[in-house]
Every structure is written in C-alpha cells, then in structure tokens.
C-alpha cells in the first residue's frame, strides 16, 4: 500500500501502477443489499434458484454498478494519504464493464495513477485508471478512468 502525507504527493507517482487491492468476495448478501439500495431487483442479481437453472455457470451476478460502487472501497486498500480531509467523487472519463461477476467471486483493483493537478485550497484532482480484475479469469470485470477530488484536513 502507498502512503503519501497530503493529496499533491501523489502526482510522484503519475504513471505508476501501484500495487493490486487485497482480494475482496462478492456473495450474495452483497447482491441484496445493492438491490434494495438502487430498487434493481431483476432475477439474474437476486433468484438463485433461477439463476442456478437458468444462467451461464449456474449462479448469480452482481450488478455491474455494484462493481463499479466498490471502488472507493478498493482504491482505500492501495494508497493512503495521512493527512487527508475530504474526498469528493468528481466523474468519470470512461467506463466500461467488460466481464460478469458471479457470486462468490473474488476482485481486486490495479490502479494507475494517471494525471494530479493542483486545485483551489490545496487540494488535487486525481485521475486513475482503474481495472477491477476477477480471479482466474482473463477478462477483467470493469475497466474505468476516474476523477476524484482530494482535501487535505484543515489546519486547527
């Protein structure tokens, strides 16, 4: 994991692919939950025993968007900025969901840092690469440039 103490450092490592997330498991009370948070209950997220008839490999899969909300939680697994006050999601350049994610699976993110430009109150717009792969298999699940916003904390 890289630790920087403020949201600048990180433009020292503009090109760098930093070292892949911890693995993370998508089960099916994962699937639910996202479900019932964004109202998208079609079968092939939420009927087991229809996707177990009824789907390619037998099993569930997550919502593409529920691949695509774990990245906050997966980019916190590769760096660290200590001195970090606030983090504002600020858009996206390009996704793409290139591979389904059945239940059980196991992801993880590469992320490159791409661009970090200075912004008003010290604070740096950071673009990454993100590709959230999925063990044993060739075609990874998501592939996304995204633009965050970062913050140091405030000086007391």
């Known amino acids: 994991m890289l630790s920087v103490e403020n949201p600048l450092d990180l433009a020292k490592y503009v090109g760098a692919e930093l070292a892949p997330s911890d693995w993370l498991v998508i089960d099916q009370a994962m699937i639910g939950k996202f479900a019932e948070a964004t109202g998208d209950h079609q079968w092939i997220h939420v009927d087991v025993t229809r996707a177990r008839r009824d789907m390619p490999g037998g099993a569930t899969i997550a919502h593409g968007y529920l691949t695509l909300s774990l990245l906050p ?62 063990e044993g298999e060739e075609r990874p699940a998501l592939i996304a440039e995204i633009i965050s916003r970062l913050y140091p904390q405030a000086a007391p």
Request: with cysteine; net charge positive.
């Open 73 to 134: 939680r997966l980019i916190g697994l590769t760096y660290r900025i200590g001195n970090l006050g606030r983090s504002l999601n600020y858009g996206a350049n390009r996704i793409r969901f290139t591979n389904t994610v059945r239940v059980g699976a196991r992801l993880r993110l590469r992320l490159t840092i791409k661009a970090v430009e200075a912004v008003d109150g010290d604070g740096a717009r950071v673009t990454s690469g993100c590709i959230i792969e999925i």
